[in-house]
C-alpha cells in the first residue's frame, strides 16, 4: 500500500454516513435475550401458579368429582360446602368446630404482639439515632446480633423462664415471645428510618424545647408512616405464619389457626377429604396475602425510604 | 464577670470528642445587638461552636454565659437562644403556623399571646399567605423564611443561624441575605451567624470572627479583617480573587526596607510594619483590586509584563502576569481587557500591601 492509495480511497461521501448516524429516539429491538428472560418469568410464574390452581379448583369439588382423579379439571358442580365445613365443622381430634376458633386465636395473639412489638421498636429506634448514651452502639450489637439466633436453640430456655413467672402456655405468654423475637429486625428496621432523617430536625424540635417523648410522638412517629407499614406487614406475616412458636408456647386453648390447620390436615377419620383441606389451607393463608396485596405498594416505598441511609 | 451589654459571653471553651480536639480554649464576647459572624473552611469548628452556645453539644471545659446569666449546664430552650439551620428543619408534617406556634405550645403560653406572635412573625417575614401549607408546599427561600419566623416568635435575646443560606441558589441568597440584615436592624437582637461565604461575612457582620482549626484566628471589622489581616491564612481566605502572594526576602539598603522577589525590588517606605522588621525571608500579599494598570508613574512602585492569561468575569477581568517569576493577578475594569501576550505596566503602592512572617505566616 503506497501513500497515493491512502489518498485516493480518502474522500468519504458526506451524506450516507450523516444518514446512518443515531437521530431521534434509540429504536427498540427484542433481543434473544429478553425472549429468554421472559420465557423464564413465565415458567417461574406457574411454577408458583399450578399448585393454588389446583388448590382453588380442589376446594370446590366434591369428594366424588375428586375420586375421579383428574387433578387439573375445573369443578364439575361447584360447592361452597368444604369451604363451610373447614370454617365450622372440620375436626381436629375430638373437636369438630373446625378452623374458626384457631382463626380467633390468631387474631387475639397477632395483634397486641404486633401493636406492642412495634411501639417497642419504634421507641428503641429514635432513642438509639437520637439520643446516644453510654453503650448505645453496644446495644444496638447486640438485637441485630439476635436476628441471627436460630429459634430453636432458645425454645428450651424460653420455656422455663416462662413458667418460672407462670406465663408459659399462656396468651400474655405468646405475645411476648412473638414481640421478643421481632424486636431485632424492627429495631433495625425503624433506626435506619430515623438515622436518614436530618438530625436538625431533632436540633431545632430541642431548641423548641421539646423534650424525648414529646419529639417522639409529635414530630417522629408522624413521619414514620412508611416504615410502620413496612414493620406492620413484616409483622403481621411472621406471627400470622409462626408454627413453632405457636404450638410451644401458646397452650392448647390458644392454639393459632397454623397450629389448627396442621390438626385438621393429619386428623384422618376414615376418608381423606381434600377439600377441606385444600379449603382450610386457604383460609388459613388469607390474612397475610389480604395484607401484602393491600399495602404492597407502601411495603416497597418503606423500605426503600429505610434502605438509603444506614 | 459579663460587663454590662454583653450579650454572650464564652469563655475558655473546649470541646473535644474522644481524642479528638475541636475547639480549644475559645474565648468570645459579644456585644448585645451586634451581628457577629463566624467565618471559615469546612471543618473549622464553627458550626460547632454554635452548637455549644445553642446548648445542643456538651462542651468539655469553660463556660458560656448569656445576657450574664452562666447557661453552660442549661437546656437550649431555657438559654433564650432562637436558631436557624441550614437545611430548614420544618417539621414536615405541620403547617408552617403549627411549625411556628410549637415552641410556644410546648412552653404552654396561652392561645392568644400565641396568635399574637405569630401574627407579627409573619407581618415581618411576609409569610402571612403560606400560614396553612405544608413545608413541601413552599420553595426553599419561602422556607427559610419561615425557619427564621420559628426562632422570631420565641422572643428571644440571641439569634444563632447555621449557613441559614448555603441551601439557596445565588439570586435567592443575595435576595435573603439583604432581608436578614434588614431584620437586624428592626429587631436590634444580637445575632451569631456561621457561614463559610465571605461575601455573606463581610456584608452582614458587624464583626467576623474567621477560625481554623478551632481557633479564631481573627476578630475584628470586616474592612479591618480585610485590608489588615494578621496571618496569611486569613488573608488567603477572604476576597476573590484571592490575595497575591510573592514569596521573596525582606533586606535593608541604606536603611531603607526593601522586599526582593528575584530581580524586583519593591521599596516599603509607605508599608506600616506590625513590630520592628529583620532582614530574611518573608511573604509579600498584594490584592488584585488594590492594583493600577497602565496608568504611568506616580506609584512607589511600578513594573512591566507580559499578559499570560486574562479571565473576563463581567463585571471586571482579571488579569495574569509573572513579577519575579511568579504569578501575579490583576484586577482591570472590563473596558480595559489587554489581550493575551500585550505588554502591560503595573503600579501599587506597597501602604496597601500586607506582609507576612515565611515561618509562621504572622503579618509582619
Known sequence: ????????????????????????????????????????????????????????????????????????????????????????????????????????????????????????????????????????????????????????????????????????????????????????????????????????????????????????????????????????????????????????????????????????????????????????????????????????????????AGAVKG | MAQNGTSVSIQDLSLSFGAVSVLHTLNLDVAEGEFIVLLGPSGCGKSTLLNCIAGLLDISEGRILIKGKNVTWEEPKDRGIGMVFQSYALYPQMTVEKNLSFGLRVAGLPKDEIAKRIARAAEILQIEPLLQRKPAALSGGQRQRVAIGRALVRDVDVFLFDEPLSNLDAKLRSELRVEIKLLHRKLENTMIYVTHDQIEAMTLADRIAVMKGGVIQQLDAPQTIYNRPVNRFVAGFLGSPAMNFLDGRLEQDKGAWHFVVEDVRIPLATYAFEKEPVPGPAVFGMRPEHVAFNSGAGWPFTATANVEVVEPMGSDTLVWLKLGKQNFTVRVTSERTPKNADAVSIGFDPMRASLFDAQTGNRL
Open chain 1, 1 to 304: 500500500m503506497t501513500a497515493g492509495q491512502i489518498t485516493a480511497t480518502q474522500p468519504v461521501p458526506e451524506a450516507p454516513e450523516q444518514a446512518a448516524q443515531p437521530f431521534g429516539p434509540k429504536p427498540r429491538r427484542i433481543s434473544p435475550g429478553r425472549i429468554g428472560l421472559y420465557v423464564f418469568l413465565v415458567v417461574a410464574a406457574l411454577f408458583f401458579l399450578i399448585p393454588v390452581y389446583i388448590m382453588i379448583v380442589t376446594s370446590l369439588k366434591g369428594m366424588p368429582e375428586i375420586r375421579l382423579g383428574h387433578l387439573f379439571n375445573l369443578p364439575g358442580e361447584p360447592t361452597f360446602q368444604p369451604w363451610v365445613d373447614a370454617w365450622l365443622h372440620a375436626c381436629t381430634g375430638r373437636d369438630c368446630n373446625g378452623l374458626s376458633p384457631g382463626f380467633y386465636n390468631s387474631v387475639k395473639i397477632t395483634l397486641p404482639s404486633v401493636v406492642i412489638s412495634i411501639i417497642c421498636a419504634s421507641i428503641n429506634g429514635y432513642a438509639l439515632t437520637f439520643w446516644p448514651y453510654k453503650g448505645a452502639n453496644l446495644l444496638f450489637g447486640l438485637l441485630v446480633f439476635g436476628a441471627f439466633v436460630p429459634y430453636q436453640v432458645v425454645i428450651y430456655p424460653l420455656i422455663i423462664g416462662l413458667s418460672s413467672v407462670g406465663l408459659f402456655a399462656s396468651l400474655p405468654g405468646i405475645i411476648i415471645v412473638h414481640t421478643i423475637f421481632g424486636m431485632p429486625i424492627l429495631t433495625l428496621l425503624f433506626r435506619n428510618f430515623y438515622a436518614a432523617i436530618p438530625v436538625e430536625l431533632f436540633k431545632a424540635a430541642r431548641v423548641d424545647g421539646a423534650g424525648f417523648w414529646r419529639i417522639f410522638f409529635y414530630i417522629m412517629l408522624p413521619m414514620s408512616v412508611p416504615i410502620t407499614v413496612v414493620a406492620v406487614i413484616l409483622q403481621v406475616t411472621g406471627i400470622w405464619n409462626d408454627f413453632l412458636f405457636g404450638v410451644v408456647f401458646a397452650g392448647r386453648p390458644n392454639w393459632p389457626m397454623t397450629v389448627q390447620l396442621n390438626n385438621i390436615v393429619n386428623t384422618t377419620t376414615g376418608v381423606r377429604e381434600y377439600n377441606v383441606n385444600m379449603a382450610a389451607t386457604i383460609l388459613t393463608a388469607a390474612v397475610p396475602l389480604i395484607i401484602y396485596f393491600v399495602s404492597g405498594r407502601w411495603f416497597v416505598r418503606g423500605i426503600a
